[in-house]
Protein backbone atom coordinates (compact mmCIF):
# COMPACT_ATOMS: atom_id res chain seq x y z
CA UNK A 1 0.00 0.00 0.00
CA UNK A 2 1.32 3.53 -0.94
CA UNK A 3 0.15 7.18 -1.06
CA UNK A 4 2.01 9.15 -4.05
CA UNK A 5 1.02 12.70 -3.52
CA UNK A 6 1.81 15.10 -6.17
CA UNK A 7 0.37 18.75 -7.41
CA UNK A 8 2.95 20.85 -5.89
CA UNK A 9 4.82 24.07 -7.33
CA UNK A 10 5.75 27.61 -7.31
CA UNK A 11 2.56 30.33 -7.53
CA UNK A 12 2.25 33.75 -6.38
CA UNK A 13 0.54 34.87 -3.59
CA UNK A 14 -2.98 35.11 -3.77
CA UNK A 15 -3.16 31.90 -6.79
CA UNK A 16 -4.33 28.48 -6.59
CA UNK A 17 -3.22 24.39 -6.39
CA UNK A 18 -4.93 21.72 -6.51
CA UNK A 19 -2.91 18.73 -4.95
CA UNK A 20 -3.75 15.34 -5.59
CA UNK A 21 -3.27 12.10 -3.13
CA UNK A 22 -3.18 8.25 -5.27
CA UNK A 23 -3.70 5.48 -2.92
CA UNK A 24 -2.57 1.94 -4.53
CA UNK A 25 -4.20 -0.65 -2.56
CA UNK A 26 -7.95 -2.18 -2.01
CA UNK A 27 -8.74 0.00 0.79
CA UNK A 28 -9.23 3.55 0.22
CA UNK A 29 -13.13 3.32 0.31
CA UNK A 30 -12.43 2.26 4.36
CA UNK A 31 -9.54 4.99 5.20
CA UNK A 32 -10.41 8.89 6.65
CA UNK A 33 -7.58 10.46 4.77
CA UNK A 34 -5.62 13.74 5.77
CA UNK A 35 -3.40 16.35 4.85
CA UNK A 36 -0.82 17.83 6.34
CA UNK A 37 2.42 20.22 5.82
CA UNK A 38 5.58 20.96 7.32
CA UNK A 39 7.19 24.44 6.66
CA UNK A 40 11.27 24.79 7.24
CA UNK A 41 12.31 24.43 10.53
CA UNK A 42 8.88 23.72 11.91
CA UNK A 43 6.82 20.88 13.03
CA UNK A 44 4.38 19.19 10.80
CA UNK A 45 1.18 20.43 11.42
CA UNK A 46 -2.65 19.54 10.23
CA UNK A 47 -4.11 21.05 7.66
CA UNK A 48 -7.24 19.44 6.57
CA UNK A 49 -9.36 15.67 7.16
CA UNK A 50 -11.75 14.17 5.49
CA UNK A 51 -13.95 10.74 6.27
CA UNK A 52 -14.10 7.84 4.82
CA UNK A 53 -17.10 8.04 3.10
CA UNK A 54 -16.98 12.07 2.65
CA UNK A 55 -19.93 13.09 4.70
CA UNK A 56 -17.12 15.47 6.92
CA UNK A 57 -14.46 17.45 7.14
CA UNK A 58 -11.94 19.50 8.88
CA UNK A 59 -10.20 22.16 8.85
CA UNK A 60 -7.02 23.52 10.29
CA UNK A 61 -7.93 27.46 11.39
CA UNK A 62 -5.12 28.55 9.07
CA UNK A 63 -7.19 27.01 5.93
CA UNK A 64 -10.59 27.02 6.44
CA UNK A 65 -12.63 29.41 3.99
CA UNK A 66 -9.41 28.87 1.55
CA UNK A 67 -9.14 25.00 1.31
CA UNK A 68 -10.66 22.61 0.59
CA UNK A 69 -10.52 18.52 1.26
CA UNK A 70 -12.02 16.01 -1.19
CA UNK A 71 -12.00 12.96 -2.33
CA UNK A 72 -13.06 10.42 -5.08
CA UNK A 73 -13.24 6.40 -3.77
CA UNK A 74 -14.11 5.46 -7.14
CA UNK A 75 -10.35 6.67 -8.00
CA UNK A 76 -8.92 5.73 -4.94
CA UNK A 77 -7.47 9.16 -4.62
CA UNK A 78 -7.45 12.53 -2.47
CA UNK A 79 -7.43 15.99 -3.01
CA UNK A 80 -6.69 19.40 -1.45
CA UNK A 81 -7.89 22.67 -3.60
CA UNK A 82 -6.09 25.30 -2.41
CA UNK A 83 -7.05 28.76 -2.77
CA UNK A 84 -5.95 32.53 -1.55
CA UNK A 85 -2.29 30.83 -1.30
CA UNK A 86 -0.05 33.25 1.32
CA UNK A 87 3.83 32.69 1.66
CA UNK A 88 3.20 31.36 5.07
CA UNK A 89 1.43 28.45 3.31
CA UNK A 90 4.70 27.27 1.88
CA UNK A 91 5.79 23.78 2.83
CA UNK A 92 6.08 20.74 2.15
CA UNK A 93 2.48 18.90 2.00
CA UNK A 94 1.89 15.10 2.86
CA UNK A 95 -1.43 13.59 2.70
CA UNK A 96 -1.96 10.25 5.00
CA UNK A 97 -4.58 7.80 5.70
CA UNK A 98 -6.19 6.33 8.89
CA UNK A 99 -7.31 2.71 8.65
CA UNK A 100 -9.57 3.54 11.68
CA UNK A 101 -11.80 5.71 8.75
CA UNK A 102 -14.48 6.69 11.45
CA UNK A 103 -14.41 10.66 11.30
CA UNK A 104 -12.12 13.42 10.49
CA UNK A 105 -8.73 12.63 12.52
CA UNK A 106 -6.21 15.36 13.12
CA UNK A 107 -3.36 14.49 14.76
CA UNK A 108 -0.04 12.83 13.21
CA UNK A 109 -0.39 9.14 15.22
CA UNK A 110 -3.56 8.77 14.15
CA UNK A 111 -2.19 8.14 10.51
CA UNK A 112 -1.02 4.72 9.62
CA UNK A 113 0.33 5.40 6.19
CA UNK A 114 2.31 8.69 4.58
CA UNK A 115 3.12 9.96 1.37
CA UNK A 116 6.32 11.22 0.24
CA UNK A 117 5.56 14.83 0.11
CA UNK A 118 4.91 17.57 -2.64
CA UNK A 119 6.30 20.70 -1.84
CA UNK A 120 4.32 24.46 -2.48
CA UNK A 121 5.93 27.55 -2.63
CA UNK A 122 4.16 31.24 -2.55
CA UNK A 123 6.08 33.38 -3.44
CA UNK A 124 5.40 37.38 -2.47
Known amino acids: VQLQACGGGLVSAGGSLRLNCAFS????????MGWFRQAPGKEREFVAS????????LYADSTKGRFTISRDNAKSTAYLQMNSLTPEDTAVYYC??????????????????WGQGTLVTVSS
Open 50 to 57: ISWNADST
Open 96 to 113: AADDYGVGTPYLLHDYDI
Open 25 to 32: GRTFSSKA
